[in-house]
């Protein structure tokens, strides 16, 4: 295993990965809204986006602010790009950046867009509402990429390419939310965010997470945020959850790696170094994501 953290925003690098490697590269890693600004210069401000290279296929996981970057990287770097997006959930901070991902404005791209209905409503009528006027200049529809969408549920499990499955679980997240576990030949990549942890470690997620390389997990509160204290109230409902519950879920889903995730907006960088120590002192293999940072298995 190979890690190397860069730390500047957008700085992430895709090129060629071995055949049989995965490379995790992390695009946005904070939760709810873009945070720019001093306190987060290293761990980086943009909502979620991670890219997950199989050999040459390219996976990207949730459309948050980061994947404006990897757009215009791809864009520079590739020019014609072909991608499969898997969306976890129509919260805002995990599709706003789709309006700004210049290759779906190309029509040399290819795009394959995969994510949950919700309301009655399927999940391309609820990407076609983000571009829709009054809220945005641009129609979905008039997107020059050419772009494949497609509904998924909870315990589904897909094929993309030769030896590249995709599985899904459902998340304890209001509105409701997936999970995606990601095994190409013998490497394996869990990406859980926004779920609430229960009493119990969450059977569903454990069942994901069983045995896989890198487990990637909603961190956005601490215990005690969680818990509530001082005059903070609980956190219980809010469909978040912590990083100790992480370790806790990475332990009994005997995962190697563990990723803190989904960083909450009023964590500073000095308070994720931090942390990180902390667990570390708990479970070893383990980090807070990083904008711009990878891992390769
Ligand atoms: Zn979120
Ligand atoms: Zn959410």
Sequence with gaps: MEIDRIGVPG??????????????????????????GKDT???????????VE??????????????????????????????HLFVTHLHWDH???????????????????????????????????????????VLFENLKARIYLKDVAGHERLKIANDLQISTTNNNH????????????????CYFTDTEHYRQVDSNLKKLAEGADVMIYDSNFTDAEYEGFDKFDTKVGWGHSTWQEGIKLARSADVSQLVFFH???????????QIEKEAQGLFKNCRAAAEGSTIIL
């Design 11 to 36: 700085g992430g690098v895709l090129f060629y990965v071995g055949e049989k490697q995965l490379r995790i590269t992390f695009w946005g890693v904070r939760g709810s809204r873009p945070i720019p």
């Design 95 to 137: 599709i706003h950046g789709f309006p700004f991902f210049m290759p779906a404005y190309s029509p040399q791209s290819k795009l394959y867009l995969y994510g949950p209905g919700k309301m009655d409503r399927t999940f391309v009528s609820l990407m076609r509402g983000q571009m829709s006027y009054p809220y945005f200049p």
């Design 41 to 51: 210069v290293i761990f980086g401000g943009n909502t979620p986006c991670v890219t």
């Design 54 to 83: 199989a050999g040459e296929t390219l996976i990207i996981l949730d459309a948050g602010t980061g994947i404006s970057n990897l757009g215009d990287y791809l864009m520079e770097t590739r020019g014609k790009v072909e991608a």
């Design 174 to 189: 209001p509105g409701g939310c997936l999970s995606y576990r990601i095994d190409y030949g013998d490497k394996s990549c």
């Design 263 to 273: 960083h909450a907006t009023h964590r500073t960088d000095r308070q994720l170094f």
